[in-house]
């Protein structure tokens, strides 16, 4: 009798999962609920950079249960799969770039690019204009906080009265939340013995974004203090002291009876027709500060260009390259990074800096100079005691016509001329002096240069009016490169 041959039935086929579907799903309501205006994008992304790991753990809860199912009825548990894979690199990747972008300061790049109009992350933009007006204590003076916007102080009319007019922008998904919004970041008002403080309120609605600029208008009289975070800055005709702390703007300050007193960061700056002092520090870009009838004292770092015109008293300034000393300007100094050229400068003077050009015209009294990695060219006005001293750069002086004076001059690896016959020139290979007296003695000369020429001419020369090119150095000795100038 022949044997039954029993063939084995084949394994239950996996059943598919249900983890990678449901998954989908529910990321395609939420999206819908979004397209359907039921949720906003903002609060969307917000929620997902915060919250990504839970559909991976319920993702994976899943799947615990339908291995478990799986045993219970000895069916052979389904795996990922290539499809679930993907899935999951795609929400882990895009989980970690959502959270690292909602550390991002979105409020801060979004001001520095200007991206706040109509554009679809940060909402549609809504204006507003608010009017406030009420009486001016006599005496008082005027403080303005503002994170956010600009800000401009004229003088009023009504001399007892300040007036303010704040033209708003709110960016919002929808009307009613920028209603909202207006109506909690209006401008405030408030008294506090003789000050008065006008805050814009740009914070009111928590982190939605608002920008407010104010045109106010206050008694001539009344001194000004104003901060801003970003936004210009714009103050005329004031009898008082001004004061303003700016980062990221442009500040004007014009027809100023006080002290002007600027503190800036990353800010530019143009200051003219003041009657007192002027200080102006901090990180500044372009700063122009033109007739003062005071002092001006400039300290920080100035990454741009300064200018200064007809400054009745001391100029001081002070940076990380720079420092600079003179009794008055009246005429106009201008410098930038690799630049310093100055007219009608008084001393006694000081001028300390590095890889810059300088000329300076009409120098009366005293001056010190010390430079590198430039060349130098000085037109004396009226002669006083004079050190200059160089390096990797030509020395050009000009003096005047029937001046009396001496000099001691040194020049390493360089050469030294003169119009002035009675000087005792050495040109030797290593050094090069000049020594002497000029019509019956004078001011002293002290000229030190190395890797460089030394010239000394009459005012009338040529060459006061055609700069004179740089020499090519006697005996170079690897002269090191200038470095790359960054800041003044």
Do not use: C
Not at 97 to 118: C, G, K, P, V
Not at 304 to 330: C, Y
Not at 428 to 440: C, F, I, L, P, R
Not at 454 to 468: D, K, L, M, N, W
């Amino acid at each position: 009798m022949a044997s039954t041959v029993q063939v084995p039935l084949p394994p239950p086929r996996p059943r598919r999962s249900l983890a990678g579907p449901v998954v989908l799903i529910i990321i395609g309501l939420v999206f819908l609920l979004g397209t359907m205006g039921m949720l906003h994008w903002s609060m969307l992304l917000h929620s997902f950079a915060r919250y990504w790991p839970l559909l991976i753990i319920l993702w994976g809860l899943m799947k615990l249960v339908e291995h478990q199912q799986a045993q219970r009825t000895g069916a052979r548990p389904s795996g990922i799969g290539a499809g679930g894979v993907f899935l999951l690199v795609f929400l882990i990747g895009a989980g970690l770039i959502a959270t690292q972008a909602s550390r991002l300061n979105w409020e801060e790049l979004r001001d520095h690019i200007d991206m706040h109009n109509d554009f679809p992350m940060f909402g549609h933009t809504y204006s507003y204009d608010d009017q406030i007006a009420q009486n001016f204590p006599a005496g008082a003076s005027l403080r303005v906080v503002n994170d956010r916007g600009a800000v401009n102080v004229t003088a009023a009319e009504d001399s007892n009265q300040i007036k303010i007019a704040a033209h708003k922008r709110i960016n919002a998904e929808q009307q009613q939340d920028a209603d909202k919004w207006n109506s909690q970041s209006k401008p405030q008002i408030t008294v506090s013995g003789n000050t008065v403080t006008v805050n814009a309120n740009t914070q009111g609605a928590g982190e939605h974004w608002v920008s407010s600029d104010l045109d106010i208008s206050i008694p001539r009289k009344a001194s000004v203090v104003i901060a801003t975070r970003r936004g210009d800055v714009s103050v005329m005709g004031r009898q008082g002291d001004v004061d303003i702390s700016s980062q990221h703007g442009d500040v004007s300050a014009t027809d100023i009876g006080g002290k002007v007193s600027l503190n800036l960061d990353d800010s530019s700056a143009r200051v003219s027709q003041v009657a007192s002092d002027v200080s102006v520090q901090g990180r500044a870009n372009d700063v122009s500060v033109e007739d003062v009838k005071g002092a001006v004292t400039l300290n920080g770092d100035f990454k741009e260009s300064l200018r200064l015109v007809k400054i009745a008293k001391a100029v001081s300034f002070k940076s990380s390259r720079t420092g600079m000393e003179f009794a008055h300007l009246d005429g106009d100094l201008s410098l930038d990074s690799g630049d310093l050229q100055a007219t009608n400068i008084a001393g006694p003077g000081r001028l300390e800096t590095r890889s810059k050009d300088i000329r300076l015209t009409g120098v009366a009294g005293e001056l010190r100079l010390q430079n590198e990695n430039g060349a130098v060219e000085i037109h004396v006005g009226k002669l006083g005691n004079m050190q200059v001293q160089n390096r990797q750069g030509d020395i050009q002086i000009y003096l005047p016509d029937k001046v009396g004076f001496q000099v001691d001059a040194r020049a390493r690896n360089g050469e030294i001329e003169s119009d002035y016959n009675e000087l005792k020139i050495n040109n030797s290979d290593d050094e090069a002096t000049a020594t002497g007296s000029v019509g019956g003695g004078g001011p002293q000369l002290t000229l030190n240069n190395e890797h460089g020429t030394i010239e000394i001419h009459r005012g009338g020369s040529v060459a006061q009016v055609t700069p004179h090119a740089p020499a090519t150095p006697k005996v170079p000795a690897q002269p090191p490169e200038p470095p790359e100038a960054t800041e003044n």
